[in-house]
């Protein structure tokens, strides 16, 4: 089984007392299995919206536990064509979106998320070439 990078979007509903159990569920199973990753965009984003010292001991927590997909120049360039296809195609993608999206397609890994966008991206990388 692949790892599977967790979108923010998803980590979001999973750290929610009141989040979409199916989303929870998903992402802690990936946990205890091992298999759920990080890149930097993400827990940035995760960073970003932290409130209290709980939630900041949480995220910090997380880092320690879970593996980082790096994000490199090839990463980057990906993220770049990415961008060109769905603006080609009439879609504006957000930043973020693209770049976590890339990250994951670079290093072969899943990805787990509740995000329109990333649907949208996906299509659009799987018509592209």
């Known amino acids: 089984m ?5 979108d923010t979007s ?9 989040g979409d159990p ?15 990753c990080l890149c930097d965009m993400v827990i940035l984003e995760l960073w970003n919206g932290a409130r209290g010292e709980k939630e ?8 320690e536990a879970l593996r980082f997909l790096p994000i490199d120049r090839s990463v980057w360039k990906l993220a ?4 060109r296809t769905c603006r080609s195609r ?5 930043t973020t979106d693209l770049l976590v999206f890339a990250c994951a397609e670079w290093h ?21 070439g």
């Open 90 to 94: 009439g879609l504006t993608i957000p």
């Open 2 to 6: 692949p790892l599977t990078l967790v």
């Open 108 to 128: 072969g890994a899943e990805l787990e998320h509740c995000d329109e966008h990333l649907n949208l991206l996906k299509e659009a990388a799987a018509t592209d």
């Open 56 to 63: 900041k001991q949480g995220l910090t927590e997380l880092e």
């Open 80 to 83: 770049k064509g990415l961008a």
């Open 10 to 18: 998803s980590w979001i509903e999973a750290l929610r007392q009141d």
């Open 22 to 36: 199916d989303v929870t569920k998903r992402v802690f199973n990936l946990m205890s299995e091992g298999m759920a």
